[in-house]
C-alpha cells in the first residue's frame, strides 16, 4: 500500500508548485525596472493561475477547468499583443523602457 | 513513480525559468528563460493528463509569445543590461520581498490546512483529452468561444493603433491633408 501512495503524488503538490511560481513572477513585477521584464513577470503569474485550473480540474475530475485555461490562453494572447503595442509607444516617446521614465503622473 | 519524475522535474524547469526571468540581467535572457520556464509549466499539463493544454501551451506561449517579447526586445534596442542593482524607489525590494513573503505564508496556509477540494485521489477523464475539451468548448462555452474572436480583433486593431506612428502634420486641416498641402 505504501508503494501506491509513493506512485501516485497528492495532487496538491501541484498546488504548492504553483504558489511557488506565482510569488516568483510577484516579485520579479514589483522589483525590476524593466517595464518588458514585468510583462514576462506578469506572464509567470497568469501560468501559475493556469496551473491551477489545471490542478482543480484534475482533482474534481470536472474538465470545464481545463476550457476556462483555453480562453485564458487566448485572453493573454490578446494582452501581450496590446501590452506590447503600448511599451512600443513608450519607447517611442521616452526612449528608454524603464518604469521610472513614465513618471509624469508623479505627484 | 514515474508522475513523480515529471512532477519533480517540471517543477524545477518552471521554478528555475522563474527564478531566471526575475534575477537576470539581461530582457533577452530573461525571455530564453521565460521559454524555459513556460515549458516546464507544460510538463506539469502533461502529467495532469492535459495533454491539449500542453500542446497549446508550447506552441502559444513558448512559441507566438515569446518571439514576441523577443521581437520587441530587438526592435527597440534593449538589448543592453539593465542594473538591478539600483534601487528604483528608495525600500521598494525589501518592501516587495515582504509583500510576496507575506502572500506566500497566506497561500501555503490556505491549501496545507484545505483538504477538502472534492476528492484528493486523482480521477482518470473518459475518452481523449482532446475530445473532452473540445465537446466542452463548443457546446456549454460555445458563446464564449466566437466572442474571444471578437476580443482578438479588437486586441489587433488596438496594437496597430498604439503602435502606428503619429501623423507627421497634426495641425493641417482635414482639406489640408486631402489636398496634400505641406
Redesign the interface.
Known amino acids: 500500500m505504501h508503494l501506491v501512495a509513493?506512485?501516485?503524488?497528492?495532487?496538491?503538490?501541484?498546488?504548492?508548485?504553483a504558489?511557488?511560481?506565482?510569488?516568483?513572477?510577484?516579485?520579479?513585477l514589483?522589483?525590476?525596472?524593466?517595464v518588458?521584464?514585468m510583462?514576462?513577470?506578469v506572464?509567470?503569474m497568469l501560468?501559475a493561475a493556469?496551473?491551477t485550473f489545471?490542478?482543480?480540474?484534475?482533482?474534481?475530475?470536472d474538465?470545464?477547468g481545463?476550457?476556462i485555461?483555453?480562453?485564458t490562453?487566448?485572453?493573454?494572447?490578446?494582452?501581450?499583443?496590446?501590452g506590447?503595442?503600448?511599451?512600443?509607444?513608450i519607447?517611442?516617446r521616452r526612449k528608454a523602457?524603464?518604469?521610472?521614465e513614465a513618471s509624469l503622473l508623479k505627484g | 513513480m514515474g508522475e513523480w519524475i515529471v512532477l519533480v522535474l517540471g517543477a524545477a524547469f518552471a521554478l528555475l525559468g522563474g527564478l531566471g526571468v526575475i534575477l537576470l540581467r539581461h530582457p533577452v535572457h530573461a525571455a530564453l528563460m521565460l521559454v524555459q520556464s513556460l515549458f516546464g509549466v507544460a510538463m506539469l499539463f502533461v502529467a495532469q493528463q492535459a495533454h491539449f493544454l500542453a500542446a497549446v501551451q508550447v506552441i502559444v506561449y513558448a512559441g507566438a509569445v515569446v518571439v514576441l517579447f523577443l521581437f520587441v526586445i530587438m526592435l527597440i534596442g534593449v538589448d543592453r543590461a539593465e542594473d538591478i542593482r539600483v534601487e528604483p524607489l528608495k525600500g521598494q525590494r525589501p518592501l516587495a520581498l515582504f509583500v510576496a513573503a507575506l502572500g506566500l505564508v497566506e497561500l501555503i496556509a490556505i491549501v496545507a490546512m484545505q483538504n477538502d477540494f472534492g476528492g484528493v485521489l486523482p480521477k482518470t477523464f473518459e475518452g481523449t483529452n482532446v475530445e473532452q475539451v473540445s465537446a466542452m468548448v463548443f457546446s456549454d462555452y460555445l458563446y464564449a468561444f466566437e466572442i474571444t474572436s471578437i476580443l482578438l480583433v479588437v486586441a489587433v486593431v488596438g496594437a496597430v493603433v498604439l503602435a502606428r506612428r503619429a501623423p507627421r502634420h497634426i495641425d493641417q486641416t482635414v482639406d489640408q491633408q486631402i489636398d496634400g498641402a505641406p
Open positions: 509513493v506512485a501516485n503524488p497528492n495532487p496538491k503538490a501541484y498546488l504548492f508548485v504558489m511557488a511560481l506565482f510569488v516568483l513572477g510577484a516579485v520579479g514589483l522589483s525590476r525596472r524593466n518588458i521584464v510583462f514576462m513577470c506572464e509567470l501560468n493556469n496551473l489545471v490542478t482543480f480540474a484534475r482533482m474534481m475530475g474538465i470545464r481545463q476550457a485555461v483555453f480562453f490562453m487566448v485572453v493573454a494572447a490578446a494582452e501581450v499583443v496590446v506590447l503595442g503600448i511599451i512600443v509607444s519607447y517611442r523602457v524603464t518604469a521610472e
